[in-house]
C-alpha cells in the first residue's frame, strides 16, 4: 500500500451498522469532562466536547457507516501524517476537520494512558488557541497627546 493510500480513511473495522454500545462514549466522556471548564454538547449528532469557546473532541460512531469507533481530536503541526503513518490501524485523517490537522483515533485501539495523553494535548491546544485570540487587542485608536 502506497503512504498516500494509507492517509485517508483507515480499512473499515466495523460492519457498516454497528454501532457503540455506549462503552467507549463512557470512557470518552470521563476524560473530555475531566478537563477544567469543558463542556458536552450535541454537535452533528453526535456528542462534542468544548472548552469554553472552541471544541477539542468529538466523537464518531461510525459516522455514515464508515466502521470507526473513534475520537476525532487536534493535534500539533506535522503529528497528524506522522501519526497516521506510524499506526495507520490506530489514526486516520477524518472528513471535514481532517484537512485542519485533526486525526481520528479508533478508540478500541487506544489504552487509557494514551487516550488521556491525546485528549489533554487536544485541550491545550485549543486552550491556548482561545488565550492567543484574548491576547489580541485591536490597534490603539486613542487620541494622541
Same mark, same amino acid.
Given at each position: ?5 494509507? @492517509?485517508g480513511?483507515a480499512? @473499515? ?11 467507549q #462514549? ?17 454537535? $452533528? ?18 459516522? $455514515?457507516?464508515d ?6 481530536l487536534?493535534?500539533? $503541526?506535522?503529528?497528524q501524517?506522522?501519526? !497516521?503513518?506510524?499506526?495507520p490501524? !490506530?489514526?486516520?485523517?477524518?472528513p ?6 485533526? !486525526?481520528?483515533?479508533?478508540?478500541s @485501539?487506544?489504552?487509557?494512558?494514551? #487516550?488521556?495523553a491525546? !485528549?489533554?494535548?487536544?485541550? $491545550? #491546544? ?10 489580541r ?7 494622541r497627546?
Open positions: 500500500m502506497s503512504v498516500t493510500a494509507r @492517509k480513511a480499512p @473499515k473495522t466495523l460492519p457498516a451498522g454497528k454501532k457503540d454500545n455506549g462503552t #462514549l463512557k470512557r470518552l466522556r470521563r476524560f473530555c469532562l475531566s478537563m477544567p471548564g469543558a463542556i458536552e454538547k450535541l454537535s $452533528h449528532g453526535e456528542p462534542t466536547f468544548f472548552t469554553p469557546k472552541r471544541v477539542f473532541a468529538m466523537f464518531s460512531n461510525n459516522h $455514515h457507516g466502521g470507526h469507533i473513534a475520537v476525532w487536534p493535534v500539533g $503541526h506535522g503529528a501524517d506522522a501519526l !497516521i503513518e506510524e499506526a490501524q !490506530i489514526y486516520y485523517k477524518p471535514y476537520v481532517g484537512p485542519s490537522g485533526w !486525526i481520528g483515533v479508533e478508540l @485501539k487506544v489504552d487509557d494512558d494514551q #487516550l488521556g491525546l !485528549i489533554r494535548e487536544a485541550f $491545550h #491546544l485549543m486552550t491556548a488557541k482561545d488565550r492567543q485570540a484574548g491576547s487587542k485591536p490597534a490603539d485608536r486613542g487620541v497627546s
